[in-house]
């Protein structure tokens, strides 16, 4: 491995264990055995770093989903069956990705203090909206419309925000995903009676 490699390794370890706040360049040169001139050349800065890094943690929780969601697909039944299967999935992977999650709502909680943080994760988010309605809709990224992307994937998005918030904060008390498909149930049901 080369030094961009182990500064993205080293990244990865120390928002694990420290989290985006706590993680200073000095404990990455540490944990990577490199220098911190090194950051900047490969980088620009730590805090484009602790973004890479947060991605590259981040973008294998996606692909786990969409195995288990491709199987939902294949399956008969209607797409609230493929809804309450994805979600079940996506709950299913909190309690093993549970520093991943935490690292999420670190940037929300701790937004300010993480201003580069936030502005370069902001715009990433356009990109995990994608994702999100690719998992859902079975229509490959490449393909999906904007349209698609700024109503479904920002619903999904909003979703799923909320379940980690539940998730993180009191596992008996979280929305399950029955619940959550059964709300959404009502939900269509009350819209469509009005």
Known sequence: MGHREDLLEGAKRCLLEKGFVRTTARDIVKESGTNLASIGYHYGSKDALLVEAYVALIEPMGEGFEGAVGAARGAEGSGIERFQETWAN??????????????????????????????????????????????????????????????????????????????????????????????LRRVMERVSGD
């Open 90 to 183: 996506v709950i299913r992977s909190i309690p093993e990705s549970r520093a991943i999650w935490m690292l999420s709502l670190e940037v929300v909680t701790q937004g300010e203090r993480l201003a580069e943080i936030r502005e370069l994760l902001a715009k990433a988010q356009v990109e995990g909206r994608r994702g999100l309605a690719a998992m859902f809709t079975g229509i490959p990224e490449a393909d999906l419309s904007e349209d698609v992307v700024e109503t479904e994937g920002r619903f999904y998005t909003t979703l799923l925000n909320g379940l980690m918030v539940q998730w993180l904060f009191d596992e008996e008390s979280a929305t399950g995903a029955e619940q959550l498909t059964e709300g």
